[in-house]
């Protein structure tokens, strides 16, 4: 069974362009979750996504950042008009079910996005 | 608000020694789960260990053991035996919905030979 599966797993941007991040969870799960670890910080999240659907996007930055989980194909995250503050490894993990405190999620190896 | 706060930025560890990594947390929630991830250079995040807030038993994987002291919001990891691949820095997290973790801002282990 693969794991979750990212990518590309680094990504050069020049300000103003846009980045694209791809996320195939484990099969059999069907929650994703964003994370973005700025460096030296831990984790932070950003959204949560079942298929077709946001749950949860209070992570989120209000602008130029969106996701989507379709019923086909990957999650994607997306973040137009990239600035140099955005540089950072953005982390995507899986769930099979949703609501279980216990149940932990299994995390891809990350994007590292270089805005230069 | 849910805060993780781990204290030491930085620890070492003498091979075959053991160390304990500190963690606390702050919350009003009654049921809650707690884990520690390991992410080594690869950056991969992997679970090492989780523990219930409703369990009193701490938690044990192998080297890897927990004290958790709910009253105190205190959950250290202490790994005893401490091998070179145990190097990496080890995030602590906080989890009371099924949306998100709340992680610390880590500490990176060495392990000396």
């Known amino acids: 069974n693969a794991g979750v599966m990212q990518n590309p797993r680094h990504l050069v941007r020049r300000r103003g362009q846009e980045a694209r991040l791809r996320c195939s969870p484990m099969?059999?799960?069907?929650?994703v979750y964003w994370y973005r670890q700025l460096p030296e910080e831990g984790l932070k999240f950003m959204v949560y996504?079942?298929?077709?659907?946001?749950?949860?996007e209070s992570g989120m930055p209000k602008e130029r950042f969106s996701a989507e989980f379709p019923k086909e194909g990957p999650s994607i995250l997306r973040i137009q008009q990239v600035v140099r503050g955005d540089s950072a490894a953005y982390f995507c993990?899986?769930?099979?079910?949703?609501?279980?405190?216990?149940?932990?999620?299994?995390f891809g190896p990350g994007t590292r996005l270089l805005v230069l | 608000a849910q805060t993780v706060t781990q204290s030491q930025p930085e620890m070492s560890v003498q091979e075959a020694e053991t160390v304990t990594l500190s963690c606390t947390y702050d919350?009003?929630?009654?049921?809650?789960?707690l884990f520690w991830y390991k992410q080594p250079p690869s950056r991969q995040m992997i679970l090492v260990i989780r523990q219930e807030a409703y369990k009193q038993q701490n938690a044990t994987e192998n080297r890897f053991s927990v004290n958790f002291q709910k009253a105190a919001k205190s959950f250290s990891l202490k790994i005893s035996d401490s091998q070179l691949g145990d190097a990496a820095m080890y995030f602590c997290?906080?989890?009371?919905?099924?949306?998100?973790?709340?992680f610390g801002t880590g500490t990176s282990l060495t392990v000396i030979p």
């Open positions: 993990a899986s769930s099979p079910l949703a609501g279980r405190l216990g149940e932990t999620q299994y």
């Open positions: 996504l079942q298929k077709e659907n946001i749950i949860d």
């Open positions: 099969k059999g799960h069907s929650h």
């Open positions: 919350t009003s929630e009654s049921d809650y789960y």
């Open positions: 997290a906080y989890r009371y919905t099924g949306n998100q973790f709340y």
